[in-house]
């Protein structure tokens, strides 16, 4: 009986062992499941996260590589010399506004003055009157003295053209940037002062990254219309006389191979000069019937007709608008393209001008254009005078190679 008994108690212990690892095999199935889902669930921000790391990189290397190239450094020119521009004009326009105020009241003051002094006045004598009038607008003129110094520049009226609207305020900003420096214009407030220091440190390299860029494309587009439609009849001709060089060489090898031959070694050398690859000549006729524009070189005098003209053409606007003399049109161009930048001829300037606005928009295209003009010419020119030092470094036998630089 009790043999039995162990067994059957044997067989039970067997049982729940085996329901109990059943239920183990479960709860950790169901453990493993719940673990797979909360870890599938992390992982999906993960990748979204991932993802969106991916695309904020991606548009961060676009943005770049679009403000670094030619079309964005224009662009960011302009948007910088805008930018500048409003920050200068809500900097610097309430200051010049309080200026002509003050100055207008001064005048009314000094009005009044002589009014008084003359009423006061029991009899009127010349000596005596012209005397204390002299000493009120001698006061008046050493405070107007003053308050030029601080930048008055004459506006009688509020709705006088004021000297920091946003066309002045621009054109301020592209003669900071690009180190011409006018100085008709100026800032008189300390936080416009510093902020021209700091526009003028991240400034002054942008646009010389820009003049670059811009100078090497324009470049390459005029050596492109020179060397296409200037220098189209020079190439046609060359064109021509290359292909008549060559129908003569072709010629004068098809004669030769058809000449009877007497002997094996005649025969032989015939049919080696036949099978001879054609002379340096040749290939180099053949070569020169596609001009490479790149590698056109553009003269000098080309250039300095270029800037002349240009020159001229200023020299001719600015001299109609402001009734100058041609010679101070052509003295304002030369100084402002050469970023000199004197400041005593500046357009607009003048008290009695009209139409300032646009006559101050159109200083500052001609500005830009101009010194992109300068960097295209500058960078033709140091093409054209290191061909030149090439080939004659060639016939003097210091270079081997025409194409060391």
């Known amino acids: 009986m009790s043999l039995l008994y162990y067994r059957v108690f044997n067989e039970i212990v067997d049982v729940l062992r085996q329901r109990i690892a059943v239920r183990n095999q479960r709860r950790n199935e169901l453990l493993n499941q719940q673990q797979k889902e909360g870890a599938a669930q992390n992982s999906i ?49 309430p200051y010049e506004g309080r200026v002509t105020e003050g100055v207008q009241r001064r005048l009314h003051i000094t ?50 053209i004021k000297q920091w609207n946003f066309p002045g305020a621009i ?40 003049l670059a860029n811009i100078g090497s494309t324009m470049a390459d587009a005029f050596r492109f219309i020179y060397c296409n439609v200037c220098c189209s009849y020079c190439n046609l001709v060359k064109k021509r006389r290359n292909l008549r060089a060559l129908k003569s060489v072709e010629l004068s090898h098809n004669t030769s191979s058809s000449l009877p031959t007497t002997s094996n070694t005649h025969s032989t050398v015939l049919s080696d000069n036949i099978q001879s690859p054609p002379s340096s000549n040749v290939v180099e006729f053949v070569d020169n019937f596609n001009v490479d524009y790149r590698k056109q070189t553009i003269p000098i005098s080309v250039t300095l007709s270029l800037l002349s003209s240009y020159l001229i053409l200023g020299a001719v606007l600015f001299s109609e608008w402001e009734n100058w003399k041609f010679l101070d049109g052509a003295y304002f161009c030369f100084v402002t393209l050469a970023t000199i930048g004197l400041g005593d001829l500046v357009p607009g300037k003048s008290i009695t001008s009209t139409q300032v606005e646009g006559k101050l928009v159109i200083c500052a295209l001609y500005v830009l254009f101009g010194l992109s003009l300068m960097a295209m010419c500058f960078n033709l020119m140091q093409e054209e005078v290191r061909a030149k030092f090439r080939r004659l470094g060639n016939k003097l036998g210091i270079i081997d190679d025409p194409n060391f630089w």
Not at 115 to 125: A, C, D, G, I, P
């Open 111 to 160: 009005v009044e003055k002589l009014f008084n002094t003359s009423e006061q006045s029991k009899v009127l004598f010349k000596t005596n009157w012209t005397s204390m009038a002299r000493q009120i607008l001698e006061e008046y003129q050493q405070e107007l003295v003053r308050q030029t110094k601080r930048g008055y520049q004459g506006e009688r009226n509020e709705d006088d």
């Open 45 to 93: 921000p993960d990748s979204l996260h991932s993802q969106r790391m991916a695309k904020c990189k991606n548009c961060c290397k676009s943005l770049t590589t679009f403000i670094f190239s030619r079309v964005g450094l224009c662009l960011l020119v302009v948007a910088y010399a805008f930018g500048g521009g409003m920050v200068f004009q809500f900097l610097e326009a």
């Open 171 to 210: 054109l301020y900003a592209i003669t900071v940037i690009t180190t011409i420096g006018y100085g008709h214009i100026t800032c008189k407030t300390n936080y416009g002062k510093i902020m021209t220091m700091i526009y003028a440190i991240f400034g002054i390299p942008l646009m010389l990254l820009c």
